[in-house]
T-cell receptor
Framework: GNSVTQMEGPVTLSEEAFLTINCTYTATGYPSLFWYVQYPGEGLQLLLKATKADDKGSNKGFEATYRKETTSFHLEKGSVQVSDSAVYFCALSDRSSASKIIFGSGTRLSIRP | GAVVSQHPSWVICKSGTSVKIECRSL??????MFWYRQFPKQSLMLMAT?????????EQGVEKDKFLINHASLTLSTLTVTSAHPEDSSFYIC???????????????FGNGTRLTVT
């Protein structure tokens, strides 16, 4: 079945550091890929998405590229801020059930001032 | 933007009692809502898909008689944990997409979750 694997946290970085959170997936067919973010005390929000191979999703300085050859969708940001501290979830949805989303385990990110 | 309200945000109940969790779409209609469960340090596990006006579709391994789902209107779905036991303690999250949308053209909107503790 479909699944998502992402790096375990917590990840602690200093402000302005480079961020990478790894995510790989297993899926039949051609899923869409997502990154969701959960800020403290809030619900999940869509951060970015990519719907086909080689697409790059981007938002708020974060980027992720849909790599079919490596079945990956790693999240990157060139310079993190304290306000980026949150839990990040990699996820996929299958075209056969477009609103049914499978999540990774989440990665907690903490940024030190 | 679209808001999903989930209530209560936390609840403590005694073993053997039932607990109802509500999920409301506040400014949009949602034909389909989803219920997730999250264990500590684990991913969100999809429990069931709630369809307005029809029976919910449960994922494999989820007891439908234990987790009763009702989706009586386009803006409200409820999850009732019946005869709760300590192992049902968890974080429950609902989500919804706008009617006619899907994950490609209409992102899911999530509630803030409900922390259930069964003593």
């Amino acid at each position: 079945g479909n699944s998502v694997t992402q790096m375990e946290g917590p990840v602690t970085l200093s402000e302005e550091a480079f961020l990478t959170i790894n995510c790989t997936y297993t899926a039949t067919g051609y899923p869409s890929l997502f990154w969701y973010v959960q800020y403290p005390g809030e619900g999940l929000q869509l951060l970015l998405k990519a719907t086909k191979a080689d697409d790059k999703g981007s938002n708020k300085g974060f980027e992720a590229t849909y790599r079919k050859e490596t079945t990956s969708f790693h999240l990157e940001k060139g310079s993190v801020q304290v306000s980026d501290s949150a839990v990040y979830f990699c996820a996929l949805s299958d075209r056969s059930s477009a609103s049914k989303i499978i999540f990774g385990s989440g990665t907690r990110l903490s940024i030190r001032p | 933007g679209a808001v999903v309200s989930q209530h209560p945000s936390w609840v403590i109940c005694k073993s053997g009692t039932s607990v109802k969790i509500e999920c409301r779409s506040l400014d949009f209609q949602a034909t389909t809502m989803f219920w997730y469960r999250q264990f500590p340090k684990q991913s969100l596990m999809l429990m069931a898909t709630s369809n307005e006006g029809s029976k919910a579709t449960y994922e494999q391994g989820v007891e439908k008689d234990k987790f009763l789902i009702n989706h009586a209107s386009l803006t409200l779905s409820t999850l009732t944990v019946t005869s709760a036991h300590p192992e049902d303690s968890s974080f429950y999250i609902c989500s919804a997409s706008e009617t006619g949308g899907n994950a490609y053209n209409s992102p899911l909107h999530f509630g803030n979750g409900t922390r259930l503790t069964v003593t």
